[in-house]
T-cell receptor
């Protein structure tokens, strides 16, 4: 069965620090990959997506992710975080039926 | 604002009761997905409809059912409610299967 693993449950950073959140998936076929963000009390918002092509994907708010097929990974990065990036981040893989399979999420706390 | 609307925002009810959650997808989106978000299970896919027809089922209990109407809005019916059904229920829509999904604000269900 398809699954998504996010390595860190809670990450605490100071403003201007660099961010990398790990995501690994298990699925042997063609994958569609996503990162969503959930700000406190809000709904999920799409940060970025990968369907095919350039494995380095740029999203909104300065986020990017790199698809490494050999490692089954799709890590999220941001060179310099801001306090407003405090949120929960979810990695997801598109299932064969079109549904999304989510990781458990990583809470990011950015200290001002 | 994703363009997906959900009502009600909050719902408080008692065990054994039945409730209906409503979702209106983004204009033009034919696919509607329902997800449950709880602290212990994370984000779980429940069910998907495409242009009025059920397309896929996930971890949906037999006490739960859904439908999509000709105007493409969808309803999720939860019956014989138990304490463990307390969760956030999200609806998402996409223009077609295997593409990114846009999430609504969710309905927070509390079963007392």
């Amino acid at each position: 069965a398809q699954s998504v693993s996010q390595h860190n449950h809670h990450v605490i950073l100071s403003e201007a620090a660099s961010l990398e959140l790990g995501c690994n998936y298990s699925y042997g076929g063609t994958v569609n990959l996503f990162w969503y963000v959930q700000y406190p009390g809000q709904h999920l918002q799409l940060l970025l997506k990968y369907f095919s092509g350039d494995p380095l994907v740029k999203g909104i708010k300065g986020f990017e992710a790199e698809f490494i097929k050999s490692k089954f990974s799709f890590n999220l990065r941001k060179p310099s975080v801001q306090w407003s990036d405090t949120a929960e981040y979810f990695c997801a893989v598109g299932g064969s039926q079109g549904n999304l399979i989510f990781g458990k999420g990583t809470k990011l706390s950015v200290k001002p | 604002d994703s363009g997906v609307t959900q009502t009600p925002k909050h719902l408080i009810t008692a065990t054994g009761q039945r409730v209906t959650l409503r979702c209106s997808p983004r204009s033009g989106d034919l696919s509607v997905y329902w997800y449950q978000q709880s602290l212990d299970q994370g984000l779980q896919f429940l069910i998907q409809y495409y242009n009025g027809e059920e397309r896929a089922k996930g971890n949906i209990l037999e006490r739960f059912s859904a439908q999509q109407f000709p105007d493409l809005h969808s309803e999720l019916n939860l019956s014989s409610l138990e304490l463990g059904d307390s969760a956030l229920y999200f609806c998402a829509s996409s223009p077609r299967v295997l593409r990114e999904q846009f999430f609504g604000p969710g309905t927070r269900l509390t079963v007392l």
